[in-house]
């Protein structure tokens, strides 16, 4: 079955720090979306993407994170200067047809700030 | 904005028994989606089922279906025939038919017990 993959699985990186998560979306899928999950929290959105442009992003989003595709194969999530309570875990999901009939989510990137 | 609530953060349910999770939500959307996804201990969430709201009828997945009230604002989810596979959180979700993300609520933990 096809899958969403996410790398790495876990990074760790230094407060203000530039990170990249880096998602894979199931190739004949055309909406990607990233979305956080902070320990013991709900699972949040944060950005929707399609047709190489953001279509709805969250009050989360703001100038600190960018989404990317650069290469038509992957989908980046980018945190500019990272903080403390930017620690959670990250979710990328792909759908076909757009959200409401679903989406493949991968397995996460634990994203610890130090 | 829409709520999702889960008001059970934890259960358990022996195994081959039968388990219901509930989840209401809150929405001036007339034209909606509803889900259930389920997050085992690999963390990739994957999901169960989804109901449209403008169909009267449950949906149901082999053990899985739902008990979708759309006047009480109510989307409970029953497993029948409870296997230890199923040990996991399960997060309700609510889609809103114009819009490009999902609402999460904060999810039931559930342990299928031998």
């Known amino acids: 079955e096809p899958e969403v993959t996410q790398t790495p699985s876990h990074q760790v990186t230094q407060m203000g720090q530039e990170v990249i998560l880096r998602c894979v979306p199931i190739?004949?899928?055309?909406?990607f979306y990233w979305y956080r999950q902070i320990l013991g929290q709900k699972v949040e959105f944060l950005v929707s993407?399609?047709?190489?442009?953001?279509?709805?992003k969250s009050e989360i989003f703001d100038d600190q994170f960018s989404v990317e595709r650069p290469d038509g194969s992957n989908f980046t999530l980018k945190i500019r200067s990272t903080k403390l309570e930017d620690s959670a875990m990250y979710f990328c999901?792909?759908?076909?047809?757009?959200?409401?009939?679903?989406?493949?989510f991968g397995s996460g990137t634990r994203l610890t700030v130090v | 904005a829409q709520t999702v609530t889960q008001s059970q953060p934890e259960m358990s349910v022996q195994e081959a028994e039968t388990v219901t999770l509930s989840c209401t939500y809150d929405?001036?959307?007339?034209?909606?989606?509803l889900f259930w996804y389920k997050q085992p201990p690999s963390r990739q969430m994957i999901l169960v089922i989804r109901?449209?709201?403008?169909?009267?009828q449950n949906a149901t997945e082999n053990r899985f279906s739902v008990n979708f009230q759309k006047a009480a604002k109510s989307f409970s989810l029953k497993i029948s025939d409870s296997q230890l596979g199923d040990t996991a959180m399960y997060f309700c979700?609510?889609?809103?038919?114009?819009?490009?993300?999902?609402?999460f609520g904060k999810g039931t933990k559930l342990s299928v017990i031998p």
């Open positions: 993407f399609y047709n190489n442009e953001i279509s709805e």
């Open positions: 109901q449209e709201a403008y169909k009267q």
């Open positions: 929405t001036s959307e007339n034209n909606y989606y």
């Open positions: 999901a792909s759908s076909v047809t757009g959200p409401l009939y679903g989406y493949t």
């Open positions: 190739s004949n899928h055309l909406y």
């Open positions: 979700a609510f889609g809103g038919a114009g819009s490009y993300q999902l609402t």
